[in-house]
């Protein structure tokens, strides 16, 4: 199967940004579904000090198409200088799941 399916992860310090960035990429027919995950905690080295935040994941399934538009997307409206995003390729799932994932980002 040609891999035109992904999920793209990034996270978020609050969960009204999450939601805002979810509903914005539904919107906008980039994204089929964004889950958003109960708070986690992230440690991790910004500009050469150790930090330990509360975040919220986000899980962005859509059309591989799309990729450029929500990279995009988020770099205007995520609050972070350097949001994590990452894309994983879907090789396999259920076909009836990906035929909503393209009815549902159809403009």
């Not at 027919?29 to 500009?47: F, H």
Request: contains cysteine; charged residues 20%; aromatic residues 8%.
């Amino acid at each position: 199967m040609q891999t035109e399916f992904l999920l793209v992860i990034t996270t978020c310090p609050s969960a009204e940004k999450a939601k805002e960035l979810a509903r914005e990429l539904v919107k906008r027919k980039l994204a089929a579904c964004v889950q958003i995950s109960q708070g986690i905690s992230s440690v991790y080295e910004w500009q050469g000090e150790l930090c330990e935040e509360q975040e919220f994941n986000l899980q962005i399934k859509c059309l591989a198409q799309h990729y450029s538009a929500i990279e995009h997307t988020l770099s205007k409206l995520h609050p972070y200088d350097v949001p994590e995003l990452i894309a994983i390729p879907i090789t396999q799932g259920l076909p009836a799941y990906f035929d909503w994932i393209k009815e549902t980002t159809q403009p």
